[in-house]
């Protein structure tokens, strides 16, 4: 095991472990992607009746937002393996928060609206994982799992938070006053870490610097990858149906839960045990990550989500809905640690950023695709119900994707593994 990856490294004017990566990286993402469909949750129906406009505004205008999420996350990825994390991520990070504060402006237009969707998803990829994972695999040769797991823990403490946030500003300021506020934290702060903190170990930097000044990119490209490794497109695919699962529930837990019966209160609360499941399962995952191989474990919490999956969409009692999201909370806080985890086993290290990149985008592309889907049920039968056999298929597709996986290529301090077949 590396000693070197333990030890301190000058940042600044002081001294910086490595552990502040991952830690700062929560932080981030506390202030991350998953703001806005937390928002989009909470305010989206006082809103709509201000404007005077259908669900259907808001649903769509969220899967406007996540494509181009999609499309950032993988252009961050390409940028981050070129020129490090930070050029590019500040001013995609002052694009996502300042289209959140322009929301509070917003009139009756839903071009508009769009118009600002395509602000937000445009800069969401630098409070998306993708940089601050390839900082951590970069500094953690040893309990890089656990490392993962903090910093995504920030994407599940987001949504436990941010529900109780929005909707006591709702109370206080409004939702545009939510918005403003909101928008103001989710440029800030990630804006400062970025600028201040984070950075790539020395060594990586100099294999970055070497092969620019040499006229290349360091590492395999996207398009090498794609055709050399077969676990390229299972692990993509994998994500893009689960991710079409668990974010196509999350966004839109609410209005499903408030649609039985149940109490805005008690919703908002149903959709902060999704979040609160999904946070500890970060934290769970990054554990076992380190000690047992990843796509079983990630089979064995996929099974779980799909049992959570039915109980979510179809009980009508409300101790069942709190189940049903844990155990969806339960997948959305794995599916990240695994992909960023895999990818460092699976492919090299200098296309990390790249790679990461793309299945994210498919990781969001599958999140657009699971909100467009269950809306389009909605509209079509006037309820959910319809939706969980074939979203719980796509659970199965992407198990049966893990399952074929094979053996890791890469070792913890990125040498190659010998085939053994």
């Known amino acids: 095991m590396s000693t070197r990856s333990a030890t301190p490294t000058s940042v600044g004017t002081g001294v910086l472990h490595r552990w502040w990566f ?18 989009i949750n909470v305010l989206g129906k006082p809103m709509a009746e201000e404007l005077g406009w259908e669900r259907s505004v808001l649903t769509n205008g969220l899967s406007v937002q996540t494509v181009f999420i999609g499309i950032s ?10 020129f490090g994390p930070r050029k590019p991520s500040v001013p995609m990070v002052l694009a996502f928060g300042g289209g959140l504060m322009l929301l509070s402006t917003l009139g009756d237009s839903p071009t508009l609206f769009f118009a600002l969707c395509v602000l937000i998803g445009a800069g969401a990829g630098a409070v998306n994982p993708v940089a601050h994972a390839t900082v951590v695999s970069a500094w953690f040769r040893d309990r890089r799992g656990i490392a993962l797991g903090v910093m995504m823990a920030g994407l599940g403490a987001c949504g436990v938070l941010m529900p109780f946030l929005a909707n006591g500003l709702l109370g206080l300021v409004g939702w545009r006053g939510a918005f403003l506020v909101i928008g103001a934290l989710c440029t800030v702060i990630p804006a400062s870490v970025y600028a201040f903190v984070t950075r790539m170990p020395p060594e990586h930097e100099a294999e970055r610097l070497a092969a620019r000044r040499a006229g290349r990119v360091a590492g395999e ?15 993509a695919i994998a994500i893009f149906l689960v991710s079409s699962a668990t974010f196509g529930l999350m966004a839109q837990v609410v209005p499903m839960s408030t649609d039985k019966g ?15 499941a999904s946070l500890a399962a970060r934290l769970l995952v990054g554990y076992l990550l380190d000690r047992f191989f990843a796509p079983l474990i990630a089979t064995a919490i996929f099974a779980l989500t799909a049992v959570g999956v039915f109980l979510l969409i179809l009980s009508t009692q409300v101790g069942l809905l709190f189940l049903g999201a844990a155990l969806v909370g339960l997948g959305l806080g794995a599916e990240g640690d695994v992909a960023a985890y895999m990818v460092s086993r699976y492919f090299p290290k200098h296309s990390y950023a790249r790679v990461l990149g793309f299945v994210y985008f498919l990781y969001a592309m599958g999140s657009a695709f699971g909100i467009f889907l269950l809306g389009q049920i909605y509209a079509a039968t006037g309820s959910y119900s319809a939706g969980a056999f074939p979203i719980v298929g796509l659970v199965a597709v992407s198990i049966a994707c893990l399952l074929f996986m094979g053996p890791y290529r890469y070792s913890l301090d990125h040498s190659e593994v010998p085939a053994t077949d």
């Open 22 to 39: 991952p830690i700062t990286g929560f932080l981030t993402l506390l202030f991350g992607t998953s703001t806005v469909n937390v928002l």
């Open 262 to 276: 149940v109490a805005q209160p008690t919703a908002v609360a149903v959709l902060s045990a999704v979040s609160l």
């Open 73 to 82: 996350i993988v252009a961050l990825g390409v940028l981050v393996d070129r």
């Open 221 to 235: 490209s996207l398009w090498t990858v794609a055709r050399s490794y077969r676990q390229f497109w299972l692990l």
